[in-house]
């Protein structure tokens, strides 16, 4: 797969696949649309009444942009986050290296962006007081994790369209079987199959307003 560097209408980089004709973000904005998707209604509306560590899973690890928003939620509100990350196709230095995160979040981030980026596949390791992680390199299909253990998912794969197998009953049951009782699902696809097979699982489903050009967000909450 070919890689390119591209920049979103909010200023912030983003990576292309022309050859799937997909953005790794939203080509609306980047940061604009982790935020709103991940931070704001995901992480945001569990921070409060959840145990503390939250653990976090995200399927597609990509630019480490979601990880990186996590940290500074967890620093900017003094809770501890446990991180892992599965990614079958890591992004090369060549391209993560020039991502613009750090020039539009802040410069005060920039030892956890490289830490990140070094951090050894299959290693697990603190940063600080407010963030641990793992990054996994494999394929989601052979992964097993560890059950009933996750308070949020960030399902952050490309879309249906380019990705189909990603959105099929069979990754998504591996998704609900690691979330604890009452633990979220979250993504910025809406598509209706897939909320169909999010319910024929077991999750309930809300649609919440997407970020800007998507008229709407998933949240699946695990019954």
């Known amino acids: 797969m070919?890689?390119?560097?591209i920049?979103?209408?909010d200023g912030s980089s983003t990576i292309r696949i022309n050859d799937l004709n997909e953005n790794y973000h939203s080509g609306h904005g980047a940061?604009?649309?982790?935020?709103?998707?991940?931070?704001?209604?995901?992480?945001?509306s569990i921070s409060s009444s959840s145990d503390l560590p939250i653990r976090v899973f995200e399927m597609g690890l990509g630019?480490?942009?979601?990880?990186?928003?996590?940290?500074?939620?967890?620093?900017?509100?003094?809770?501890e986050i446990i991180y892992l990350g599965i990614e079958a196709y890591p992004v090369?230095?060549?391209?993560?290296?020039?991502?613009n995160y750090i020039e539009r979040i802040g410069v005060e981030y920039v030892d956890f962006f490289h830490w990140m980026h070094d951090l050894k596949w299959g290693v697990h390791e603190r940063f600080?007081?407010?963030?641990?992680?793992?990054?996994?390199?494999?394929?989601?299909?052979?992964?097993n994790p560890e059950l009933s253990i996750y308070d949020l998912v960030y399902y952050d794969a490309f879309g249906p369209r380019a990705q189909s197998e990603m959105w099929e009953?069979?990754?998504?049951?591996?998704?609900?079987?690691?979330?604890?009782p009452n633990g979220k699902l979250i993504t910025y696809c809406a598509q209706g199959q897939f909320k169909r097979?999010?319910?024929?699982?077991?999750?309930?489903?809300?649609?919440?307003?997407g970020p800007p050009g998507k008229r709407e967000m998933t949240v699946a909450i695990k019954l």
């Open 2 to 5: 070919k890689r390119e560097l």
């Open 92 to 99: 090369e230095k060549e391209l993560y290296s020039k991502l």
């Open 128 to 143: 600080d007081d407010h963030f641990s992680l793992e990054k996994i390199h494999q394929d989601l299909s052979k992964y």
């Open 31 to 44: 940061i604009q649309e982790a935020m709103h998707v991940f931070i704001q209604n995901g992480l945001g």
């Open 63 to 79: 630019t480490g942009l979601n990880a990186l928003l996590s940290y500074q939620y967890a620093k900017e509100n003094a809770i």
């Open 169 to 180: 009953l069979n990754k998504l049951e591996k998704m609900f079987s690691l979330l604890k």
């Open 7 to 9: 920049l979103t209408n």
């Open 197 to 209: 097979n999010l319910k024929q699982i077991g999750f309930d489903v809300v649609a919440l307003p």
